[in-house]
């Protein structure tokens, strides 16, 4: 599947040498990059602190931690897409304790199919997150254009005796009279009645 030319950042939580050697090809940098390599779940944190990651990928243990717990973490404070490999022998209880938060758990040893389609779901659900973000984005500017009309609306029914009906209807013509947004007028009409 091609996502718009877009490439993914990823975060690689992982203190096991013949592992990341045998990941890293699975991660091509025509699709992801960069990938930022750390060997604790304590320079994982560090990191995700520093840094927004399209797909965070943690290998469980590590010297200083499980990992449980940032993945969980990083699925809950970012958009990221969360891959959790876990040993074999604990793979149902580790999903019993991440599913929820949305971390997506692969049992290890793996093979290369597996965690191919896995890293596919992960990019998809990513750009999912990504249009709900636009989305929110879109929604809060209309809110934050609602507010401010009817701030303009309210000052023109104190200022000019203005019934709501009116003072609505006195703002939508201007801006089609004008051939701009009601939000622009809505802005001139607040900046001229505080001054």
């Given at each position: 599947?091609?996502?718009l030319?877009r490439?993914y950042?990823?975060?690689l939580?992982?203190?096991?040498?013949?592992?990341?050697?045998?990941?890293?090809?699975l991660?091509?940098?025509?699709?992801?990059y960069?990938?930022?390599?750390?060997?604790?779940v304590?320079?994982?944190?560090?990191?995700?602190?520093e840094?927004?990651?399209?797909l965070?990928?943690?290998?469980?243990?590590?010297?200083?931690?499980?990992?449980?717990?940032?993945?969980?973490d990083?699925?809950?404070?970012?958009?990221?897409?969360?891959?959790?490999l876990?040993?074999?022998?604990?793979?149902?209880?580790v999903?019993?304790?991440?599913?929820?938060?949305?971390?997506?758990?692969?049992?290890?040893?793996?093979?290369?199919?597996?965690?191919?389609?896995?890293?596919?779901?992960?990019?998809?659900?990513?750009?999912?997150?990504?249009?709900?973000?636009?989305?929110?984005?879109t929604?809060?500017?209309?809110?934050?254009?609602?507010?401010?009309?009817?701030?303009?609306?309210?000052?023109?029914i104190?200022?000019q005796?203005?019934?709501?009906?009116?003072?609505?209807r006195?703002?939508?013509?201007?801006?089609?009279?004008?051939?701009?947004?009601?939000?622009?007028?809505?802005?001139?009409?607040?900046?001229?009645?505080?001054?």
């Amino acid at each position: 599947m091609v996502f718009l030319d877009r490439t993914y950042s990823v975060l690689l939580v992982s203190a096991a040498e013949k592992f990341n050697e045998s990941l890293m090809p699975l991660l091509p940098g025509s699709v992801y990059y960069p990938v930022d390599l750390v060997k604790s779940v304590c320079a994982g944190s560090r990191r995700l602190l520093e840094k927004d990651y399209d797909l965070v990928l943690v290998n469980s243990p590590l010297p200083d931690d499980p990992g449980l717990r940032l993945a969980m973490d990083a699925c809950a404070d970012s958009p990221a897409g969360v891959l959790l490999l876990a040993r074999r022998e604990i793979y149902d209880e580790v999903c019993d304790q991440v599913s929820a938060w949305g971390v997506a758990v692969l049992p290890k040893p793996t093979n290369t199919q597996a965690v191919n389609q896995t890293l596919q779901i992960l990019r998809a659900t990513r750009e999912r997150m990504r249009r709900m973000a636009e989305k929110q984005v879109t929604v809060e500017e209309k809110i934050r254009e609602i507010r401010l009309v009817n701030q303009a609306k309210w000052l023109l029914i104190e200022k000019q005796g203005l019934t709501e009906a009116e003072a609505h209807r006195q703002i939508e013509k201007q801006a089609m009279d004008t051939r701009r947004s009601k939000l622009d007028v809505a802005r001139e009409i607040i900046d001229r009645c505080n001054r």
